[in-house]
């Protein structure tokens, strides 16, 4: 029989045992995760997380077009040669000038020039001289004019553009009273100032430069091209379109951002991905002058709106080639 202590042990030993549970406890909430109301935000992480996706997916768009225009803007360069707001007195670019025109230019002894290029000058012709040409070109021109937006008006020859077509200037008895002998007195001078220019700057000869056809003035609008003539802004050299040219040169009549937009002209230098562009700001009396071969290529920008008016002077160094003022009321 078992005693009353040997029970009281039994008890004791059968009685069941606490066993650890398996089961985790809930782990504490980080307190960061809450906001002051106690509210957890189990999906805050994602959110954040897209955030940051589409912080760095503008950022990789931000840095892809600036590298596109930074390469871009490497390739091709602009340099403001002349802008319109300033007053030159004189600027010059030199160029190494092309193989084929100083081979052409060693026919012509007196007429090689010392170095090839281009310069602007605001000081040779002034704002009266400009002012009464001006008045010339627009007067005659609205007795004609382009369709096509690029119109001309040649003196020597009398081509006027009219419609898609030229005509005579001189069989129009309604512009008779625009030459007067002031006006022409005024072309006269400027030809002759702008060749004594280009004779200095160039180190050449004056005696032989001649003047060489095609010498004219030109209006310029946003109208739609026409026909071939009325397409002025394809990139082109002056010694392969015009035979006779050695040198070429430019008085602008109006300003650029004023007058008219677009128009600006431009010598491109280098190729491919080394271009750089000059560009000159037509200004009222300004001149531009440069050597004619492939040294100069060059364009005009469309004129967007407005109306552009200049003068086109060439000159050759060949005889043959050279062309005499128009002989009227002056003479």
């Not at 937006?149 to 009398?158: M, P, Y």
């Not at 004056?206 to 030109?218: G, Y």
Request: charged fraction near 25%; hydrophobic fraction near 30%; glycine fraction near 4%.
């Amino acid at each position: 029989m078992k005693t009353k202590e040997q029970n009281i042990r039994k008890r004791k030993t059968d009685s069941p045992t606490k066993e650890k549970s398996n089961v985790t406890e809930p782990a504490t909430k980080d307190p960061q995760k809450k906001t002051k109301s106690g509210i957890n935000f189990p999906d805050l992480g994602k959110a954040t997380r897209s955030t940051t996706h589409r912080v760095w997916t503008r950022s990789v768009m931000i840095i892809s077009v600036m590298t596109v225009v930074y390469f871009y803007t490497k390739d091709t360069k602009e340099i403001k040669f002349a802008p319109q707001k300033e007053t030159i007195p004189l600027r010059m670019q030199k160029v190494p000038c092309s193989a084929k025109y100083l081979a052409e230019m060693k026919e012509y002894p007196k007429c090689v020039p010392a170095t090839c290029g281009r310069f602007v000058s605001d000081s040779l012709i002034t704002k009266g001289e400009s002012q009464i040409l001006l008045n010339l070109v627009k007067e005659v021109i609205k007795h004609g004019g382009s369709s096509g937006g690029a119109s001309i008006l040649d003196l020597h020859s009398g081509a006027l553009s009219q419609g898609e077509k030229f005509i005579n200037v001189y069989s129009l008895p309604q512009t008779k009273e625009a030459f007067k002998k002031e006006t022409l007195i005024t072309y006269r001078m400027v030809k002759s100032k702008i060749k004594a220019a280009i004779a200095q700057r160039f180190d050449i000869d004056a005696d032989s430069l001649h003047l060489t056809h095609p010498t004219f003035f030109s209006r310029i609008t946003n109208a739609t091209a026409k026909t071939m003539h009325d397409e002025y802004w394809h990139p082109h050299v002056d010694k392969e379109t015009y035979e006779s040219f050695h040198y070429t040169s430019l008085l602008y009549l109006n300003d650029y951002k004023k007058d008219f937009n677009g128009g600006r002209f431009l010598f491109i230098d280098g190729i491919d991905k080394n271009k750089t562009i000059s560009a000159v700001e037509p200004k009222m009396g300004r001149v531009s002058a440069f050597t004619s071969g492939s040294e100069n290529l060059h364009n005009v920008e469309k004129v967007t709106d407005g109306t552009r008016f200049a003068i086109t002077i060439s000159f050759t160094c060949n005889s043959k080639f050279a062309i005499t003022d128009p002989k009227l009321s002056v003479d």
